[in-house]
């Protein structure tokens, strides 16, 4: 077997993968669960069928095989992110500049406040306003301080937004 024939998620991150203590804690409990809860219950779903015969008509027992792949794959893929996270507490205040972890807050042209939590990319969830620090607003946003303005590329068109507030909580 050569390199290039390697899957995707045996790749380690390239550098660090910046997290908070919050999604650090979820990529873990996921991987804990994965391995204590979901990987043995299926094996044992997969023994069973095994045990009932020809395994080539089988449906449970080649689904069962399927999940387990993809549970296996799943959890290589978390062991490497975790292996690799830098987990960055945004509480610690660092004034008035961006960093991983701050809150910003933002006003556009039409005088409409944004406010976003920069945070790692397995930990976005636009409904509360975490968005990645390698997304377009959250990479411009990345060393600018208070009053500073930012244009940036979304899908609804260029934005110029200013930076209102910084905090970190």
Do not use: C, W
């Not at 004034?95 to 005088?111: I, K, N, Q, R, S």
């Amino acid at each position: 077997m050569n390199a290039s024939s390697e899957d995707d998620d045996e790749k380690k991150p390239a550098g660090p993968v910046y997290t908070t203590p919050e999604g650090f804690a979820r990529l873990k409990s996921e991987y804990e669960h994965l391995g204590g809860v979901e990987r043995p219950r299926v094996v044992q779903g997969v023994s069973d069928a095994a045990a009932e015969g020809d395994r080539s008509e089988n449906a449970e027992y080649i689904y069962g095989k399927k999940r387990l792949r993809e549970i296996d794959r799943r959890m290589r893929f978390l062991r490497k992110i975790l292996e690799a996270a830098m987990v960055v507490d945004p509480a610690v205040d660092r004034g008035d500049t961006v960093f991983f972890g701050a809150t910003v807050v933002l006003e556009d042209d039409a005088g409409e406040t944004l406010t976003y939590q920069l945070v790692g990319e397995h930990e976005t969830d636009a409904q509360r306003g975490r968005i990645s620090y390698r997304s377009p607003i959250g990479a411009a946003l990345l060393r600018k301080s208070v009053d500073d303005e930012v244009v940036v590329d979304t899908p609804r068109g260029r934005r110029k937004l200013t930076i209102v507030e910084v905090i970190y909580r």
